[in-house]
């Protein structure tokens, strides 16, 4: 009775720990993960969007999940999620092990159990609706009755039943159940029945009869078989880590015999480096920093992205083409272009057209920035044929068709964000423009691009950043988002006569003093051509001292 009171308390103090550890890493360092998926397909509250999963195996698993993933919108709910569904894998795993009177003296098999879920977690394509594969087939593999006759019943009615919500997860189920057979020949052939050759029936049985999918892939619909994770093949990993542990267990043979408190010592030794090697090779610090770049992005705080790209300069091109978003919304293009890395020359100003969920989902934000209202909708619709109905990308619609007065089709996307889960706030919102239209004008976002008038009608060159921007110049000659991009663009590819040619029409337009970059730029272009006419434009005192002092150090 002390032994078990004990363990009681172990378990309660671990759950708890462990809860309150998972909760704190997913807040702050693992936020990424909750960033990299908050902007996940809508979910609608409606039977429609209910039994548009239901034509797979697996679907009502994918809708549970994707119900869940909903909270991800929220850092303190997102992360309370995760935790909670990581610290019930820990509970489930113990009490399949314990049905076992020899798994009550292993702790770790148990223990190590969620960090390895996390670990999966940690690579952010990793799905919530894989983790609740894995924890209903450990539930159901828990819930299942020993006694012959009640198991057949059990099986025979539960198989159909699990492959049809569970999809490929579904063969863990079976995989727990014969495990538990170890050692127990007869009852182990009479399982390889139940847990083998019936689901394959059913599966063979479904294919040919209901769903129009290859029978390779309804074995695995639902799995994670195409992610590529930190640690490969995670997801086997763990399903291979409790069925050996099961097997062990329920094996009649003597372990080595240790001092209960050395036994201890292991375990908990073995523990805490199994968890640290598992945090170590799955937490991903690049996405950690890209997906706050993102985020900061979303929320248009480009002061903070630009404090925090000074401390964490990105490699990535996404992260590259945040940065250079910031920049040209700061009116700092043509000053801080070269204070950040620039690896990807012109594609980290503006993305190529490519029918890839990736790049449709941000490509939109450069043309919204250069007042392309046309070209914005166009990247944000074919963002929705590829990736759904998300938020981002019905607000762009809207955005844009705000500006372009098809206000029965701004009502129309309305109605939908209206009827999404967590939405009704952003949909009530935009609501006003069409209830008034005539405050569009006021509004920083929407006024400045609805006053743009294009002279001429000009096709988008979907490969060519450089004769779109030309375009646009020459239709909206005081864009100076479009033309700090121009000029950005010539500066990343050297072109100091293009840059020189530009440059009187830049200042005759903005009326300012030349940016730092440009103003270089020109006196390079001065010095190369000291017999042709330049740009009679000045360079100050402090740039030729620079370049004289740049000059010295070189020779």
Same mark, same amino acid.
């Given at each position: 009775?002390?032994?078990?009171? &004990?363990?009681?308390?172990?378990?309660?103090?671990?759950? &708890?720990?462990?809860?309150?550890?998972?909760?704190?890493?997913?807040?702050?360092?693992?936020?990424?993960?909750?960033?990299? @998926?908050?902007?996940?397909?809508?979910?609608?509250?409606?039977?429609?969007?209910?039994?548009?999963?239901?034509?797979?195996?697996? !679907? +009502?698993?994918?809708?549970?999940?994707?119900?869940?993933?909903?909270?991800?919108?929220?850092?303190?709910?997102?992360?309370?999620?995760?935790?909670?569904?990581?610290?019930?894998?820990?509970?489930?795993?113990?009490?399949?092990? $314990?049905?076992?009177?020899?798994?009550?003296?292993?702790?770790?098999?148990?223990?190590?159990?969620?960090?390895?879920?996390?670990?999966?977690?940690?690579?952010?394509?990793?799905?919530?609706?894989?983790?609740?594969?894995? /924890?209903?087939?450990?539930?159901? +593999?828990?819930?299942?009755?020993?006694?012959?006759? =009640?198991?057949?019943?059990?099986?025979?009615?539960?198989?159909?039943?699990?492959?049809?919500?569970?999809?490929?997860?579904?063969?863990?189920?079976?995989?727990?159940?014969?495990?538990?057979?170890?050692?127990?020949?007869?009852?182990?052939?009479?399982?390889?029945?139940?847990?083998?050759?019936?689901?394959?029936? /059913?599966?063979?049985?479904?294919?040919?009869?209901?769903?129009?999918?290859?029978?390779?892939? #309804?074995?695995?619909?639902?799995?994670?078989?195409?992610?590529?994770?930190?640690?490969?093949?995670?997801?086997?990993?763990?399903?291979?880590?409790?069925?050996?542990?099961?097997?062990?267990?329920? #094996? %009649?043979?003597?372990?080595?015999?240790?001092?209960?408190?050395?036994? &201890?010592?292991?375990?908990?030794?073995?523990?805490?480096?199994?968890?640290?090697?598992?945090?170590?090779?799955?937490?991903?610090?690049? $996405?950690?920093?890209?997906?706050?770049? %993102?985020?900061?992005?979303?929320?248009?705080?480009?002061?903070?992205?630009?404090?925090?790209?000074?401390?964490?300069?990105?490699? @990535?091109?996404?992260?590259?083409?945040?940065? @250079?978003?910031?920049?040209?919304?700061?009116?700092?293009?043509?000053?801080? /272009?070269?204070?950040?890395?620039?690896?990807?020359?012109?594609? !980290?100003?503006?993305?190529?057209?490519?029918? =890839?969920?990736?790049?449709?989902?941000?490509?939109?934000?450069?043309?919204?920035?250069?007042?392309?209202?046309?070209?914005?909708? *166009?990247?944000?619709?074919?963002?929705?044929?590829?990736?759904?109905?998300?938020?981002?990308?019905?607000?762009?619609?809207?955005?844009?068709?705000?500006?372009?007065?098809?206000?029965?089709?701004?009502?129309?996307?309305?109605?939908?964000?209206?009827?999404?889960?967590?939405?009704?706030?952003?949909?009530?919102?935009?609501?006003?423009?069409?209830?008034?239209?005539? &405050?569009?004008?006021?509004?920083?976002?929407? !006024?400045?691009?609805?006053?743009?008038?294009?002279? %001429?009608?000009?096709?988008?060159?979907?490969?060519?950043?450089? @004769?779109?921007?030309?375009?646009?110049?020459?239709?909206?000659?005081?864009?100076?988002?479009?033309?700090?991009?121009?000029?950005?663009?010539?500066?990343?590819?050297?072109?100091?006569?293009?840059?020189?040619?530009?440059?009187?029409?830049?200042?005759?337009? *903005?009326?300012?003093? /030349?940016?730092?970059?440009?103003?270089?730029?020109?006196?390079?272009?001065?010095?190369?051509?000291?017999?042709?006419?330049?740009?009679?434009?000045?360079?100050?005192?402090?740039?030729?001292?620079?370049?004289?002092?740049?000059? =010295?150090?070189?020779?």
């Amino acid at each position: 009775m002390r032994t078990m009171f &004990t363990r009681k308390h172990i378990k309660i103090a671990f759950g &708890t720990t462990f809860f309150l550890f998972a909760f704190c890493w997913y807040y702050s360092p693992g936020e990424y993960v909750l960033i990299a @998926n908050q902007d996940a397909r809508l979910f609608f509250l409606t039977f429609e969007h209910f039994f548009s999963f239901l034509d797979r195996p697996g !679907g +009502a698993l994918e809708y549970l999940g994707h119900f869940l993933t909903q909270f991800y919108r929220f850092r303190f709910l997102g992360a309370f999620v995760l935790a909670a569904l990581l610290t019930l894998s820990y509970f489930l795993a113990d009490e399949i092990l $314990n049905k076992s009177p020899r798994g009550k003296d292993w702790l770790i098999p148990a223990l190590l159990t969620p960090f390895l879920l996390m670990g999966m977690h940690n690579f952010y394509p990793h799905q919530i609706h894989h983790t609740l594969g894995m /924890l209903l087939a450990m539930a159901f +593999a828990l819930w299942a009755p020993r006694e012959r006759a =009640k198991a057949r019943i059990y099986h025979a009615l539960l198989a159909p039943v699990l492959i049809f919500l569970l999809g490929g997860f579904a063969w863990l189920y079976f995989a727990l159940i014969l495990a538990r057979s170890a050692g127990n020949i007869k009852l182990g052939l009479e399982l390889l029945f139940w847990v083998l050759i019936y689901p394959v029936l /059913l599966t063979t049985f479904a294919t040919l009869l209901f769903y129009w999918i290859p029978l390779k892939d #309804l074995f695995l619909q639902s799995l994670p078989v195409d992610q590529v994770y930190p640690i490969p093949l995670l997801p086997f990993i763990y399903a291979a880590w409790l069925v050996l542990w099961i097997v062990l267990i329920n #094996l %009649e043979f003597d372990w080595p015999k240790v001092r209960p408190r050395w036994g &201890t010592v292991a375990q908990v030794l073995t523990l805490l480096l199994g968890a640290v090697l598992i945090l170590k090779f799955t937490h991903n610090r690049k $996405n950690a920093e890209f997906f706050q770049v %993102e985020k900061m992005a979303v929320q248009k705080d480009w002061d903070a992205l630009l404090r925090y790209a000074d401390q964490h300069p990105s490699s @990535n091109l996404f992260g590259t083409f945040y940065t @250079n978003l910031a920049l040209v919304n700061k009116g700092m293009l043509c000053s801080s /272009l070269f204070n950040y890395p620039q690896p990807y020359g012109r594609r !980290g100003l503006c993305f190529n057209w490519e029918e =890839k969920e990736e790049i449709l989902k941000r490509g939109g934000d450069f043309f919204w920035t250069i007042h392309f209202v046309n070209e914005a909708h *166009h990247w944000a619709f074919e963002s929705m044929i590829v990736n759904g109905y998300t938020q981002r990308n019905l607000k762009m619609l809207i955005q844009t068709e705000l500006v372009r007065g098809h206000h029965r089709v701004v009502q129309k996307y309305i109605r939908l964000l209206e009827r999404a889960l967590f939405q009704k706030k952003i949909a009530r919102g935009f609501q006003t423009f069409v209830d008034h239209p005539e &405050t569009i004008g006021d509004d920083s976002e929407l !006024g400045p691009r609805e006053e743009v008038a294009f002279r %001429e009608n000009f096709f988008t060159d979907g490969i060519n950043l450089e @004769n779109n921007l030309r375009s646009l110049i020459r239709n909206d000659p005081g864009n100076r988002q479009a033309f700090d991009y121009l000029l950005a663009l010539l500066l990343l590819e050297k072109r100091v006569d293009d840059i020189a040619q530009l440059l009187p029409s830049y200042t005759a337009i *903005h009326k300012r003093e /030349l940016p730092q970059l440009l103003e270089e730029c020109l006196l390079i272009y001065k010095l190369l051509h000291r017999n042709e006419i330049a740009p009679a434009l000045e360079v100050s005192e402090q740039t030729r001292l620079r370049f004289y002092g740049y000059f =010295k150090v070189l020779q």
